[in-house]
């Protein structure tokens, strides 16, 4: 519902689970949802780029080297046509590439150069996402603001069992309709939301400090939900354990003095 008449640029990644954008192409549609798609060079080896193009009516982007031949559209340009960006499946290797800013071809520098909010949905083997490596670039990525839907438990295509296995089309569907559900909510509102998080240290001498074991997550997560609903929210965050957003503006603080005065 939410969905319907929404732009999506679909990224299709390198693994088993790309079968699975046919499937949601197909979801997408029913909602007259305008899909354009980038087909990564490993990805296809799993869908072909006919398959794609008939499904979505329009062309398949594959090399940045001749997407020129297209004269009305860029690289530029296609990052910003886009209300979304999909990435179905998110690979471990696309990870790392998106951690360390890699653009070495059409759907790492379309990432790279898009102002939308980029969302991965991971597939891959359950050592290979929770390797401490995986994890790593989960959090970096968090922290440069890329969106996840899953990974969820299931068996694997490899045989084995555990958190790896790739949202389904439907959970893919479900969760962007929700998204688009949100930013529809404060559309036509203005509001701004200034939230506190996280513990203070109040110090005895340069070195020692009484505080507490606040993590600051719950703030934080309540101002992530406030600005997926639209809101302009300020974090004013102690020296607690959490993920940096370009979603939000962010205020460390170190003092209940500190904090007070960010407040004002």
């Known amino acids: ?43 296809k080896e799993f869908v072909t780029p006919l398959s794609l193009t008939t499904l979505t009516n329009s062309k398949t982007y594959e090399d940045i080297f001749n997407i020129n031949d297209n004269l009305d559209i860029d690289h530029i340009a296609l990052s910003r046509w886009a209300d979304v960006i999909v990435v179905v499946p998110t ?22 150069a898009s102002n939308k909010d980029i969302i991965l949905v991971p597939a891959m083997n359950v050592r290979m996402w929770l390797h401490k490596a995986t994890q790593n670039n989960y ?41 688009f559900k949100n930013r529809n909510i404060v559309k036509k509102k203005k509001i701004t939301a200034l939230v506190t998080t996280g513990p203070t240290r109040e110090y005895l001498d340069p070195i020692r400090f009484i505080s507490n074991e606040s993590s600051g997550k719950q703030g934080y997560e309540v101002a992530l939900a406030l600005n ?4 302009k929210t300020t974090l004013i965050a102690g020296p607690g354990k959490i993920y940096k957003s370009k979603d939000l503006i962010i205020k460390n603080v170190t003092t209940a003095e500190q904090m007070i005065e960010n407040v004002k």
């Open 1 to 43: 519902m939410f969905l319907k008449n929404k732009k999506i640029l679909l990224i299709i990644g390198g693994g088993i689970s790309a079968y699975k954008s046919l499937d949601l192409i197909r979801l997408f549609k029913k909602d007259n949802v305008e899909i354009k798609t980038i087909l990564t060079k490993s990805g």
């Open 228 to 231: 997926k609903l639209g809101v």
């Open 139 to 179: 959090k970096i990525l968090l922290d440069y603001g890329y969106k996840f839907i899953g990974p969820i438990k299931g068996e694997m295509a490899c045989g084995e069992y555990g958190e790896g296995k790739m949202s389904s089309p439907r959970q893919i569907y479900k969760y962007l309709n929700e998204y």
């Open 91 to 112: 690979t471990a290797n696309l990870m790392t590439k998106l951690s360390i800013g890699k653009a070495e071809d059409l759907a790492t520098t379309v990432m790279l």
